[in-house]
């Protein structure tokens, strides 16, 4: 069974793999599915099946889900849905915000209790697992961290990894040396995203 983990980057900009999740469908599924039904009620249900539809399986015929979705979120002011919704989508956070997310994932079922109607305990547990977690990173050691969703994919660890033309192999880098957009920083001001910066702008401006 996949599993989901914890990142952590350093101070030279290099990433770690610190904690990992039994059963990677208990997170950002999860979420997904909950912020689906809360920000696109008109799209949840399937006419022929007769039930609920998943964000996942939706999402792989209907490439405009994402962008809908996407638009919703950003625009609310429920910070604690924003929080997961970034999370789930692999962006970097600064530890130093830590306290801030990990009361929104923690407060993110409680909030939305009108869509985990039948969620099991252990659904609540993944929740607060991963949330204490982030509070137990080291923000001198570990200015960032990274929730990577899924062992499927490589799509996090490839940032830490370059191909060396010379000696014909990948070798482990810092997300520094990368000279493409791979991902997002997430700016968080007052307990409220504020911006997003690419890791190409990020570097160039530091």
């Not at 659904?123 to 899924?150: L, W």
């Not at 940032?159 to 997430?186: A, H, I, Q």
Request: with cysteine; charged share 30%.
């Amino acid at each position: 069974m996949s599993y989901s983990t914890l990142w952590v980057i350093d101070n030279d900009f290099k990433g770690y793999e610190i904690n990992e999740y039994h059963n990677s469908w208990l997170f950002a599924p999860t979420s997904w599915d909950i912020l689906y039904e809360k920000y696109l009620p008109n799209e949840i249900f399937d006419p022929i099946l007769g039930g609920k539809k998943h964000y996942i399986s939706s999402s792989m015929f209907d490439k405009g889900l994402f962008n809908r979705l996407n638009n919703k979120i950003n625009n609310t002011s429920i910070q604690e849905d924003r929080i997961i919704w970034e999370l789930t989508n692999q962006q970097i956070f600064f530890t130093k915000d830590k306290i801030f997310i990990s009361n929104c994932i923690k407060e993110f079922l409680n909030i939305n209790s009108k869509y985990t109607k039948g969620y099991g305990d252990h659904i609540f547990q993944r929740f607060n697992e991963m949330a204490d977690d982030i509070i137990n990173i080291d923000e001198n050691e570990y200015p960032y961290f990274i929730s990577k969703n899924t062992s499927v994919d490589d799509i996090v660890d490839g940032w830490f990894r370059k191909y060396n033309e010379e000696k014909d192999e990948t070798e482990k880098c810092s997300l520094k040396e990368r000279e493409k957009m791979l991902t997002e920083f997430v700016i968080i001001k007052e307990n409220t995203i504020d911006k997003f910066i690419n890791n190409i702008d990020y570097f160039n401006g530091i």
